[in-house]
């Protein structure tokens, strides 16, 4: 039941926030991420040319079972910190929340996702790579560290 509401949860915020990019004319890309855990991923710019955006990711984990993972952050980028020829590498920082389900139990955590990207100056693409120090509030207090590399397309 749990499974099936957080899964219920991520597309529905998905779906609304692809419904105000098409309505408003913003940066939407949708993609994949590899890592511990590994699922889709979405991004929402809050402007087309800011560098503000909001950040969510949607996972199984493919080494405990009955494992879901939906996180939130919002992302503030810096652009030009480091050159590039061709597209932008802004490197970037933010703060949002993470739940889990998994066996009979579920966890609440906060996220400090920071890392880089490239987004690529003629095609709709951007990769990237995060690291997200954790501080997982609930059941118990604890704590962790995700490692992750992903690809968006932008619609």
Request: charged share 10%; with cysteine; proline share 5%.
């Amino acid at each position: 039941m749990k499974k099936t509401a957080l899964v219920i949860l991520a597309v529905v915020m998905i779906i609304f926030c692809s419904q105000m990019i098409f309505a408003q004319n913003k940066i939407f890309g949708l993609g994949v991420f590899a890592g511990q855990p590994s699922g889709i991923t979405a991004k929402y710019w809050l402007s087309a040319k800011g560098s503000s955006a909001l950040e969510f990711g949607l996972a199984y984990s493919l080494t405990v079972d009955n494992y879901f993972y939906f996180s939130a952050s919002f992302l503030e980028h810096f652009f030009g910190i480091i050159p590039a020829s061709s597209g932008q590498i802004p490197l970037f920082l933010g703060i949002g929340f993470e739940t889990a389900l998994y066996g009979d139990g579920m966890g609440l955590g906060i996220r400090i996702p920071f890392g880089v990207s490239y987004i690529f100056g003629k095609i709709p693409l951007d990769i990237y790579f995060e690291v997200a120090p954790v501080l997982y509030l609930f059941p118990s207090t604890s704590y962790g560290t995700e490692i992750c590399i992903g690809i968006r397309y932008y619609f």
